[in-house]
Every structure is written in C-alpha cells, then in structure tokens.
C-alpha cells in the first residue's frame, strides 16, 4: 500500500521572474497529475502568477495570504479545510507566509507555523511549496527556513536540509513574553469573575478609541482566553491589557501546560476534543504568540485596534 507522506519544500527566490515561473512550473506540474492546488500568497502576488498561467488559472484555488494568514496560527485551519475537500486526493499546497515587511514577532510566528506544519501534515498526501524572497528577508528569516523544511529549492535545484529539526525550531520561538509595565491586569479565578474580565476588557477597549465591532472582538478573546486557562490549567489567569503600535494586546497568563502544541490550530471536529477557545482566539486574532514551560503558560493575541481590512504598520 502506498504510504501517505507529506512532502514540504521552500523556494528561496531572488527575482520576480524566478518567482512566477517557479510557481507556474509547479502549479502545472500538480495540474497535469490531476492534483487540486491551493495557492496562498501575498494578493499583489497573484495577478502576475494568475497571468502565466493562463487558462489553467481557473483551476487553483486562490488566497490572498495577508488576509487569512495575517495570524501564522490561522493558516493551517485553512490548508486542512482545502485538503478535507478533496478526500482520497493529492494536493499541492502553496503558502508563502512570511512575506518581506512583517515584524520581529511575526516572524516568530510564522516560524511556529512552518514548524508545526510538519506535525499536522504527517501522514497526508499533500506536497506543500513555501516561497521565500531570499533578496527581501534577513538573514534570520532564511536560516530558519531550513531548520523548518526538509527539501530547499535554490538556484534551480533542491537538496536536502541538514539543519532540519522541528523541535529545535520550536524551542527557538518559544521565546519570553513580557508584560507591559503599563498595562491593565485582571485575575480571574472561578467561571463568575469572567463578567468582571469582559467589563475591564471593554472599558480598556473605550479607552483606546477600539470601534464598537472591534471590542466585541476584545471580549470574545478575553472570555475564550481566560476560559481555557479555567478549563484546562487548574488554577487562575491573569489577564492583562495594552496598546503597543496600532495594536491592542491580550495577554493570559497561568500555571498550566501547554500540552498539545497544535491546539488551536486544527479545526474542530465532531470526534475531537476541544479547546476549541483556542482556535476562536485564532481566528480573531491578528497575531497570537505563546511561552509555555513546565511551570506556566503565556499567551499574547494582538488585535489592530482598527478595522483589520486597514493597512496599519506596526513598528
């Protein structure tokens, strides 16, 4: 019996043209073996892929990556719903999510996902491709490529990664997250302090000038954050607030082990236990970043505290 495998490559490329013709190679490729293909890159990207290939444009499905995966901890719900609709099929995959331009954190974060990639794809026919702009990206950024992809294309050739170690990947974001020394803090400690959290929540929201639709998006965070920690960390959560550079972070602390280090990441299913809070917070969030130990756990969902739909630079 054929074993099913997941197969992730990076693309370091160093010009448009390598680009777009890299793409197509492999779109069409994937095309002529009858394989469906996602393909998930920065919007102004994909006009000019789209146009090289031509009628078989009509047959991928499209993405505009700083959309949906604007929070790296949203995409792999987004691959997995793609890959669910095509049971019994081999899918090409392609994400580019760490796109010249974003932060220090989310740089992190998308190392995370790349890294987590390879635990929630094992077993599945999928040959994923995740392009890097090689000119653009510091040198950072290109060494963790290779720490997170068994296969490298360059230059025209792919060779093997001998830097490849999820775990090591992993360890290396999970970095410390502080505090703000100026933020506003709430303990909850049983279900009824949750009122009170929502309350602190929304009047920090006010205070920050948050539009009304995104304060409701501040209180689910805050209920589903502090919700989970209740659930599954068996003590209390603090919760704190602050405004940091166009965003509004949420950060839930508590002595609870962060066991699983897909949650939140895999869409719910009927058979599967939650905690669903999480993939909720995913969802909302524009950035989500975590510190789990032994000894606790952190978490930081950033909201742009305007529309998300709105370009807003974060320094």
Known sequence: MHRRKFDHSA??????????????????????HQQPVMLAIPGAKLGPVCDA????????????????????????????????????K?????AEPAWTGRTEHEY?????????SNLAFSGFNVTGLCPYDASGLDD????????????????????HCEEYAVD?????????????????THTVEHALDLAGARRCAERYGRLVGMAAERIADLLLVTTELATNSLDHAGGPCRLAFWYDSGFVVCEARDMGHW????????PPT?????????????????????????????????????????????V
């Open 90 to 94: 081999h899918v090409r995959v392609i």
């Open 11 to 32: 693309l370091l490329y160093y010009s448009e043209r390598e680009y777009v013709d890299s793409l197509v190679h492999f779109i069409n490729d994937g095309l002529d």
């Open 168 to 184: 090591a990947a992993l360890d290396r974001c999970n970095q410390p997250l502080d505090t703000h020394p100026a933020a506003v």
């Open 270 to 314: 009927g058979g599967r236990n939650g905690p669903y809070g999480l993939f909720v917070v995913n969802a909302i969030a524009d950035l989500l970043r975590t510190h789990a130990t032994a000894r606790g756990t952190t978490i930081h969902a950033y909201l742009l505290r305007d529309d998300p739909s709105e370009q807003v630079e974060c």
């Open 108 to 116: 992190l974060a998308c190392l995370q996902h790349e890294a987590l």
């Open 259 to 266: 066991a699983d280090p897909l949650a939140g990441r895999r």
């Open 140 to 159: 950072t950024v290109l060494g963790h490529v290779r720490l997170t992809h068994p296969q490298v294309w360059q230059n025209g050739s792919r060779t």
């Open 53 to 88: 290939l031509g009628d078989a444009a009509k047959d991928v499905t499209t993405a505009d990556i700083t959309d949906f995966g604007r929070n790296p901890g949203r995409i792999i719900a987004g691959q997995h719903a793609f890959i669910d609709a095509h049971p019994d």
